[in-house]
């Protein structure tokens, strides 16, 4: 069974810093190249908004994209050896206050605006006061 697991949410004031993480397991494919992103939506079950996203292979990675949004704050990254994608968010604002999902897209879906999800965890809750 595939599983992304969130962790790292919690609260904070206006200009602190995060970092949540997404430990994923092997899931079928390409096993030498994925594709996880994260996206954050408030309150539940209003849209989702994609944040970042990284395009994995085997143990590096090709690409990285964000949304303007957070571009210049957040910075997505990989810990091959322990299947865990980071987000690191610094500078947060009361309007990044979500809960963040990190989510596995097929490889020919990779883009941030995609919204082809194959497996999606419970998410972490992100709260910033002002």
């Known amino acids: 069974q595939v599983q992304l697991v969130e962790s790292g949410g919690g609260s904070v004031q206006a200009g602190g810093s995060l970092r949540l993480s997404c430990e994923y397991s092997e899931y079928s494919g390409t096993v030498s190249r994925k594709c996880i992103k994260w996206f954050r939506q408030t309150p539940p079950g209003t849209e989702r908004e994609g944040v970042a996203?990284?395009?994995?292979?085997?143990?590096?990675?090709?690409?990285?994209d964000y949304a303007a949004s957070v571009k210049g704050r957040f910075t997505i990254s990989l810990d091959h050896p322990k299947n865990t994608v980071y987000l690191q968010m610094n500078s947060l604002k009361p309007d990044d206050s979500a809960t963040y999902h990190c989510a596995a897209l097929p490889r020919d879906s990779c883009r941030l605006s995609s919204t082809n999800y194959i497996y999606w965890g419970q998410g972490t809750q992100v709260t910033v006061s002002s």
């Open positions: 996203i990284i395009d994995i292979v085997y143990d590096s990675w090709l690409s990285v």
